[in-house]
Structure formats: structure tokens, C-alpha cells
């Protein structure tokens, strides 16, 4: 008799973004191999290779965006951000604007960074025994900055012009060489819901909130930051944080990441935008490998995406091109579906959805703590000693081979 098993349905799409290079090959291996033989996959899919941005001027990832915020959940691979070297090796109109930058301006929002902690993968730093959440602000600062480039002396100032006409200028000092000038803001509106959503995020899960910036040097910007952070906390949360146990506090920024390392993890760190995109590639590959972190982006308006947090893998993809092997680590991208299919599932009230997630995820962590089948990035540091390194496509297969025995069940 052949059994003919029932793939799961969907309700609503996700919104599917695509990406570049090797991510984007290990995108369609994942969907092609782990999902689409069990789910019924529904998706609206908007293509973010570099060359369709450049086609349509970008406007596919204003599209994107403007998708997920009407169907509430998308899943996005790594992009290119391009910089002159990508103009010049994809033949492109111009350097367009970070993808991830331009989407997260749109959904505004906190991007939650967490490790994928599995027992035989060791963080470098001895003492991280539980996850270190990375909470980044996902909107403005240098990411929707303006820029200078000046080639002689002269002066600058910043000028602010309200609505109802009053005017604030701030100088410079007077400049005697050439130089570059840097501007960038934030909102509060942005900024309070940053705020409220690790606040929140951290008594969910019971755990410590940080929250680091520079006020000492920047006496104005951060200091803002550090002011709404205190003000909901006061509000809102202290009365909260004291029956779950937990604590809220505020540190430089250069103490914290000292403290850091000295704690055994369990905490959320929270980061304004550029701190985090630093510190959260840090922290990840300290618990072994950027394929090892997931990512997701809250959104005050309810709408959410799961990503990668690494990038395309470009060194790979070359030799991939070439028909060499690569052992390219493809569980960040599995995980970006496991959590928006996850979501989906948990929205539309599909636990067939849920349990699939589940066990795709409980898939991979078989094959690599079970078997010790891993790819090269965290082969390495496997303790016990890996078993086998595999191919970025053994892998999946591995995955896959877990994931059937499990669907049996
Ligand atoms: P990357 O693609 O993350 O790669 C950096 C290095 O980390 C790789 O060369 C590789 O090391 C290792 N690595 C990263 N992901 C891996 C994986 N899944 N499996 C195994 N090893 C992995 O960063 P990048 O080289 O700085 O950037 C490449 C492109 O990605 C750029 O165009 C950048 O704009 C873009 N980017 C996109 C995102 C995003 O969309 N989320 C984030 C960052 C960067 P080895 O070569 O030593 O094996
Ligand atoms: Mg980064």
C-alpha cells in the first residue's frame, strides 16, 4: 500500500523575499527540500536579487515591505548591500540603499537577535552558559542618515525648521581642511516603541533587560534614548519587573560589553540601531557561527518578519560558481522559515503549521548534536569532535532525512 501523505495547508501567504548568491541557492535548496514536500507552501514572493532592485529602481523592496505590512508575516534572505565594487559587478544603475535598512524603515521596530544554542557547539567566551538576546532598534540613526563629503575649509551647522515655522541652529566648529559630515535622527514615537517592546520581550521571557548607549558623549541624542528608556520603565514597568524578578538597567555602552563577558548570558541586551548591527554579529559568532543566530523584527503595528542575520555569503557563492564544493551552514535560513511559518501557524490558528516548525527545527538539531554532521564554519569547534563535514546540500539532505522520520511519527 502507498501511503500518500496530505501536505498542510496554509491559510494566508507569507511574504517570501529573496536574496543574493549563496544565500539565495541555499533559500531554494531549503524551500525545495524541507518544505515544499510537507506544506502546502503559500507565499507571495517578491524577488530582491540585486538585479531586479536595480530593474525597478528599487521599488520591489518598498513592495516587499508595503506586502508584509498587509499580510503581517514575511521571511527574507540575505541581500546585497551594494557598495562601488557590487555597482561594478553587477553592472548597476547606483549603490541602492541597504534592503534591510529600507524595509525597516517602513515596518519600524525592534530586531530580536538570539543564539541557536546547541549542546555541542561551545561559545568562545567560557562563561555564556544561556542565550544573549541582542534587542536592535531597527529604525533610523546612521541608517536613514544624510552625508557630507567637503574638499576645502568652511562651516556647517545644523539647521531643524518645525512645521509652525520656529527654527534651531546648532553650529559646528569652523573647519580648516576638507572633511566629511554626518546627519542622523530618530523619533520618539520609534524610540518609545523600541522601548516598550524590549520591556516587554524581557518580562515574557523572564529575563534581565540592558539597555546601553553613550550619554556621556552624546549629550543630546543618547541621553534622549536613555531618558524614554527611564520614563516607561518608571511608568510602566518597574512594579512588573520587581513580581517577575527581574531587573532593568542602564549602562555605558563600553562598561556593558565589558560586564558582558563576565555574565553566564540569560539577558536582553538592548542596542540602538548601529550598536546592535555591531554587537549582535559579536555575540553570534561567539556562540559559534553567524548561521547560528536567528533574527526577527517586531513591529509596534503587529506586523513581523524572520531573516537571516548573516549576509550572502559571497566567498562561497564564487566557488560554488565554479562547481566547487562549498559547506555553506544553512541553518539560519531554515530557521528564518521555521519562525514565519511558526508565526503564521500561531496567527491562523494552524497547529499542523506549528508542529512542522517544530520539528524541522528539531530536525536540524539532531543532525548536528545527534549525528555531529555540521558543516566547516562550525566543525571546528564541535566538542565532541565533529563526525562528519558535509556539503552546504549533505547538510540539507541530513536535515531532511531527520525531518521524514519525524513527519512518520
Ligand atoms: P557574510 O556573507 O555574512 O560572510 C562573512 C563570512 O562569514 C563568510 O565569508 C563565511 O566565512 C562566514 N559565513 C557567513 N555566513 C555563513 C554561513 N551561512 N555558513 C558558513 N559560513 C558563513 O558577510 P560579508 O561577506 O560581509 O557580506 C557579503 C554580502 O552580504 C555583502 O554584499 C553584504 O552587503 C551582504 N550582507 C547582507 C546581510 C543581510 O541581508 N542580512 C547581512 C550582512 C551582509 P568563510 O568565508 O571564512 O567561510
Ligand atoms: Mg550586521
Redesign the pocket.
Known amino acids: 500500500m502507498v501511503l500518500v501523505m496530505q501536505k498542510i495547508e496554509m491559510d494566508k501567504p507569507i511574504v517570501e523575499i529573496d536574496?543574493?548568491?549563496m544565500?539565495r541557492i541555499l533559500w531554494h535548496w531549503v524551500k525545495e527540500k524541507l518544505i515544499l514536500p510537507y506544506v502546502d507552501l503559500k507565499t507571495e514572493y517578491y524577488d530582491l536579487g540585486i538585479k531586479k532592485r536595480d530593474e525597478t529602481n528599487d521599488q520591489i523592496t518598498v513592495q516587499a515591505a508595503e506586502a508584509i505590512k498587509k499580510w503581517g508575516v514575511g521571511v527574507k534572505c540575505?541581500?546585497?548591500?551594494p557598495d562601488k565594487a557590487?555597482v561594478k559587478e553587477y553592472n548597476l544603475k547606483k549603490e541602492w540603499k541597504?534592503?534591510?535598512a529600507t524595509i525597516r524603515a517602513i515596518l519600524d521596530g525592534t530586531l530580536f537577535r538570539a543564539p541557536i544554542i546547541l549542546q555541542n557547539i561551545k561559545p568562545a567566551v567560557r562563561f555564556w552558559r544561556k542565550p544573549i538576546i541582542i534587542a536592535r532598534h531597527a529604525f533610523g540613526d546612521i541608517y536613514d542618515g544624510v552625508g557630507i563629503k567637503f574638499d576645502e575649509p568652511g562651516t556647517a551647522e545644523i539647521v531643524y525648521k518645525s512645521k509652525s515655522g520656529k527654527e534651531v541652529k546648532v553650529p559646528f566648529r569652523e573647519f580648516n581642511d576638507s572633511g566629511i559630515i554626518q546627519g542622523i535622527y530618530n523619533l520618539d514615537t520609534s524610540i518609545r516603541s523600541f522601548a516598550k517592546a524590549c520591556f516587554n520581550y524581557a518580562l515574557e521571557r523572564k529575563l534581565d533587560l540592558w539597555f546601553a548607549a553613550k550619554d556621556t558623549i552624546s549629550k543630546v541624542y543618547d541621553a534622549h534614548f536613555k531618558e524614554i528608556f527611564e520614563e516607561i520603565y518608571e511608568n510602566e514597568f518597574k512594579e512588573k519587573y520587581k513580581q517577575a524578578g527581574i531587573n532593568y538597567n542602564y549602562y555605558l555602552i563600553d562598561d556593558a560589553v565589558g560586564r558582558l563577558m563576565r555574565t553566564e548570558g540569560g539577558l536582553i541586551f538592548a542596542l540602538k540601531n548601529y550598536d546592535g548591527d555591531v554587537i549582535s554579529d559579536l555575540v553570534a559568532s561567539s556562540y559559534g557561527?553567524?548561521?547560528l543566530i536567528t533574527s526577527e523584527l517586531y513591529s509596534p503595528k503587529g506586523y513581523y518578519m524572520s531573516?537571516?542575520?548573516?549576509?550572502?555569503?559571497?566567498?562561497?557563492y564564487y566557488r560554488y560558481l565554479k562547481g566547487e564544493p562549498t559547506?555553506?551552514?544553512?541553518t539560519?535560513i531554515i530557521f528564518a522559515w521555521t519562525y514565519a511559518l511558526r508565526k503564521r501557524g500561531e496567527l491562523d490558528g494552524l497547529p499542523k503549521l506549528i508542529d512542522f516548525a517544530n520539528k524541522l527545527e528539531m530536525a536540524v538539531k539532531k543532525t548536528i548534536e545527534i549525528d555531529r554532521i555540521m558543516?566547516?564554519?562550525i566543525a571546528r569547534i564541535s566538542e565532541p569532535p565533529v563526525n562528519k563535514v558535509v556539503t552546504s546540500e549533505e547538510f540539507i539532505d541530513a536535515v531532511g532525512n531527520h525531518l521524514k522520520t519525524l513527519m512518520s511519527k
Do not use: K
Open positions: 536574496g543574493d548568491e544565500a540575505s541581500t546585497i548591500t557590487r541597504s534592503p534591510n557561527s553567524l548561521a531573516e537571516t542575520a548573516h549576509g550572502t555569503v559571497q566567498r562561497h559547506s555553506t551552514n544553512s539560519a558543516t566547516q564554519d
